[in-house]
């Protein structure tokens, strides 16, 4: 940008000169970029539901209109379709929500044993089905953070989910809480979701919590998946100053580590 500027002389008065200042735009492109992809990736995941769904009612009009047999079977996967846009939008808006308030540090000291504990209860009849074993190893005593309760639900259950969803069935996974020390020697209180089913190519895992990024798009579709899961978790954990530690030995099994700060004071609210 050049602007013509006046500057006082030496010998009084003024003179124009010329002014010269470099933006570097290249940030803000990328996040210009970035916001577009999101937008272009969130319509065409809303828009394969919504054009499943027109093509049934269609069929469901015309040629199924009188076969009593199709309609139920047509209708099943039309409520597919349904819950898993209503699951995108509800990932959406919870990412919209978290990355708002990513400034806003939660302050009340919560004990995640309990919300874990609860996680793992509501993934029963996902367990079940998959016929997947939880080991549950967590402390008697409770392991408090400076957290917000539903941001850690929603964070354990992508976690844990996801280990029965894409770990091996009818394996094991291991759900389990740790004290350990960061690289730089704060104290963590660390939760670790282990399973031991076909793990992750070294290749993918710095790409996992980038949103709607996928191993194998139809594998997650299959799952229910929205491909914003692990954003989502990747969010909360920096907003509760955490970090996520993936690893993952090929045709092992994974392990998504959730790192949060010790705080400095521990009594729960
Ligand atoms: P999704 O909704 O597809 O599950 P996520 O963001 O939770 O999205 O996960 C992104 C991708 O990471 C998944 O689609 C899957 O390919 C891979 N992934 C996540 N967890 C595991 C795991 N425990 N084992 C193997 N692959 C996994």
Do not use: W
């Not at 029963?124 to 074993?133: M, N, S, Y």
């Not at 080991?135 to 953070?145: E, F, M, N, R, V």
């Not at 710095?206 to 990024?213: D, V």
């Not at 907003?239 to 949060?260: D, M, Y």
Request: proline share 7%; hydrophobic share 40%; aromatic share 4%.
């Amino acid at each position: 940008i050049i602007t013509p500027v006046p500057v006082p002389t030496v010998f009084g008065g003024t003179d124009k000169c010329m002014l010269m200042t470099f933006h570097d735009q290249t940030p803000l492109r990328r996040v210009e970029e970035m916001r577009a992809d999101f937008v272009a990736n969130a319509s065409h995941e809303l828009r394969t539901p919504l054009a499943a769904l027109s093509g049934f009612i269609d069929t469901l009009q015309g040629p199924a209109k009188d076969d009593a047999r199709a309609r139920e079977r047509f209708l099943g996967i039309m409520h597919t379709q349904a819950t898993r846009m209503a699951r995108l939008i509800d990932d959406l808006l919870s990412l919209s929500r978290v990355e708002l308030s990513a400034h806003v540090r939660p302050d009340t000291l919560v004990d995640i044993v309990p919300i874990i504990r609860q996680v793992a209860d509501g993934l029963e009849p996902l367990a079940r089905e998959r016929q997947v074993t939880v080991d549950i190893d967590l402390p008697d005593t409770p392991a408090p953070i400076a957290g917000d309760r539903e941001e850690l639900l929603r964070l354990f259950e992508n976690l844990i989910e996801n280990a029965l969803k894409y770990g091996a069935s009818g394996g094991k996974v291991i759900v389990s809480l740790v004290a350990a020390a960061s690289g730089e020697g704060a104290p963590e209180i660390r939760v670790l979701v282990r399973d031991f089913g076909p793990g992750i190519a070294p290749e993918h895992l710095p790409r996992l919590t980038e949103r709607f990024y996928r191993v194998d798009v139809g594998d997650s579709r299959a799952q229910g998946g929205t491909g914003l899961g692990l954003s989502l978790v990747k969010h909360i954990l920096n907003r509760h100053r955490g970090r996520l530690l993936i690893e993952s030995v090929p045709k092992n099994g994974a392990t998504f580590t959730a790192c949060f700060p010790q705080p400095k004071t521990a009594v729960v609210a």
